[in-house]
């Protein structure tokens, strides 16, 4: 089995960044993508970020293109979101998700292991 585990939720205001971080520890597999979703109340969970195995190849939503960058550590189990120019509307609960194989996606379906998220919320 697989852990996944967030951290570094608060909250902040509008234009102020935060940095979230995410590790995954138990069963290792060889390599797997990461990615982190978030859903705001009343709302589905959306896609927010992915990186491949290598950090080489990271995909964003349209949404937060530009204002947010994923990061893998030196110990590939890490994973980082660092978000910038934050606002109103980026208030959600953030995922952190793991998937056994190393290609970025998506859909929430094709990640295998989550975390129990991490509350963002941005005040005006």
């Known amino acids: 089995q697989v852990q996944v585990v967030e951290s570094g939720g608060g909250l902040v205001q509008a234009g102020d960044s935060l940095r979230l971080s995410c590790a995954a520890s138990g069963r290792t597999f060889s390599s797997y993508a990461m990615g982190w979703f978030r859903q705001a109340p009343g709302k589905e969970r959306e896609f927010v970020a992915a990186?491949?195995?290598?950090?080489?190849?990271?995909d964003y939503a349209d949404s937060v293109r530009g204002r947010f960058t994923i990061s893998r550590g030196n110990a590939r189990n890490t994973v980082y979101l660092q978000m910038n120019s934050l606002n109103v509307e980026d208030t959600a609960v953030y995922y952190c998700a793991a998937r056994r194989l190393e290609h970025v996606r998506r859909t929430s379906d094709d990640y295998d292991y989550w975390g129990q998220g991490t509350q963002v919320t941005v005040s005006s």
């Open positions: 990186i491949n195995w290598s950090g080489g190849i990271r």
